[in-house]
């Protein structure tokens, strides 16, 4: 079994699922009176950008489901880097760095922004990546000294 792999679709998957998790919470989540009367305050919130007309609730609103999209982009693009066969070439290092770097970040953030559920999930992809990386230039090592 291919740990490496095993672990990149661990960090990937957790991506995709908190971008599901992210969106359905947004669109579905039962709102408290006090939060109808913030939505209420925030619709009156006009925000002077150029563009459409725009409030901070419709601000919230796609940057919200822009979020959710683009942890469910991470997560399929990752995904799909799998369908490449190798993952100790050159170019798949620098991506195995790149997640690391991103998960480092989005756990830090989840950390003092939000609660258990995102620092759960990014620290799950984290430690994956990790794992994933670690492996794989350990595979790489042995493979270079077979060779001489």
Known sequence: MNYARMFHKIGSWSYVLLGIGHI???LFSP???????????MKDFAIDMPGPDSTLFLFHEGFSLMMGVLLISYGIANILFLSSDSLDSLTN?????LNIIVSLV???LSAVYFFIVPIAFTTASLIAFGLAFGLTRRSTRRTKAARQ
């Open 24 to 26: 359905a919470t947004h």
């Open 31 to 41: 709102k408290t009176p006090e939060q109808e009367q913030m939505i209420l305050r």
């Open 93 to 97: 290092k620098h991506i195995a760095m």
């Open 106 to 108: 989005a756990m830090i």
